[in-house]
């Protein structure tokens, strides 16, 4: 009975062992989280701050971000000539009998989106 005894408190360690394993790694679980959303909340205030920069001087930055201040500009006017084309195309599109997917911009004069099955308006 003796074995017995032993064999139950060398498990009944074990179990202790392993739970407060088991708690270390959800604490540290829970710490890496909070690091992480940190980390974005950084993240997100450097963009506000970047925006409002390029907004503030976009005629007068400074030589160290000149290139990256004409890098956005030049993409925000890509992006209104995407846009533009993309309009032009939707209103073409719409005099004809063709619609456009609304989930991946295929047209199609079909019920249903060939590309993606998507139903057609």
């Known amino acids: 009975m003796a074995i017995f005894s032993e064999l ?16 270390e790694a959800a604490s540290s679980a829970k710490t890496s989280v909070s690091i992480l959303a940190e980390q974005r909340e ?3 205030n450097y963009k ?6 390029v907004s503030e001087h976009s005629e ?4 160290a971000v000149a ?5 956005i500009a030049a993409s925000k006017a890509r992006i209104a000539e995407l846009e ?11 005099a004809s009998d063709e619609k456009v ?4 911009g295929v047209t199609s004069e079909t019920p249903f989106c060939p590309q993606c099955g998507t139903p057609l308006k």
């Open 8 to 23: 139950s408190k060398k498990v009944q360690n074990m179990a202790s062992i392993a739970s407060e394993k088991a708690q």
């Open 42 to 44: 950084i993240e997100k």
């Open 48 to 53: 506000v701050i970047g925006e409002w920069f």
């Open 60 to 63: 007068d930055a400074p030589e």
């Open 67 to 71: 290139d990256v201040v004409a890098s």
């Open 84 to 94: 533009a084309g993309r309009a032009s195309r939707t209103e073409e599109v719409e």
């Open 101 to 104: 997917c609304p989930n991946c």
